[in-house]
């Protein structure tokens, strides 16, 4: 059975985004952004939220992104060779190639995924993610901590869930994020 594993950057006091819904005080250096393609390598499937899908989408719809650096055209390639699974009601239609979309979260389909899969998955965005907490599907969290504290916004993490964690893995960065990987227990 392949691993569900849950992908965020995370601000101190636990957001992925503030208040406005801006995400750019998350923007990775070089080190964490090498350390994330390395990470999502071997990932056969992501799975998203509509919100989550078109943010992540510009990595193979906007070819001027890849071609910044090496760092970011690698990224683009690993991102671009996985599949995607798009959770949403109202998304007409997917952007990108080897994208399918579901009108509504089952978590026995998603089930049924990692039991079928030859890689591990990742559920990226909070609103899926919390679908997929409250399900019992994930099996790990891996979070980049960044030094900031945004005073609200959207919580990465889904409200009314509890779980035990196992700490795997930390690693710190020059910039003073913090990369730590929990395996749930139980």
């Not at 009601?89 to 089930?111: G, Q």
Request: aromatic share 8%.
């Amino acid at each position: 059975m392949a691993t569900l594993i849950y992908v965020s950057n995370v601000s101190l006091d636990g957001y992925i985004e503030d208040a406005d819904g801006s995400f750019n005080w998350s923007e990775p250096g070089d080190d964490v952004f090498a350390f994330i393609t390395e990470l999502v390598r071997p990932i056969g499937t992501h799975l998203y939220g509509r919100r989550m899908y078109e943010t992540m989408a510009v990595w193979e719809t906007d070819p001027t992104l890849a071609a910044g650096s090496e760092l970011l055209s690698d990224f683009a390639r690993v991102w671009q060779a996985a599949d995607k699974v798009v959770h949403s009601s109202t998304l007409e239609a997917p952007s990108t190639a080897r994208t399918r979309l579901e009108r509504r979260f089952d978590p026995e389909a998603v089930r049924r995924l990692k039991d079928g899969a030859d890689g591990d998955l990742t559920v990226g965005g909070p609103n899926l993610a919390a679908h997929a907490f409250r399900a019992g599907l994930v099996d790990e969290c891996h979070l980049f901590i960044h030094p900031v504290v945004l005073g609200g916004g959207t919580p990465s993490l889904p409200g009314g869930v509890r779980a035990q964690l196992e700490l795997l893995d930390e690693r710190r960065f020059d910039s003073g994020v913090v990369y730590v990987r929990h395996r749930i227990v139980g």
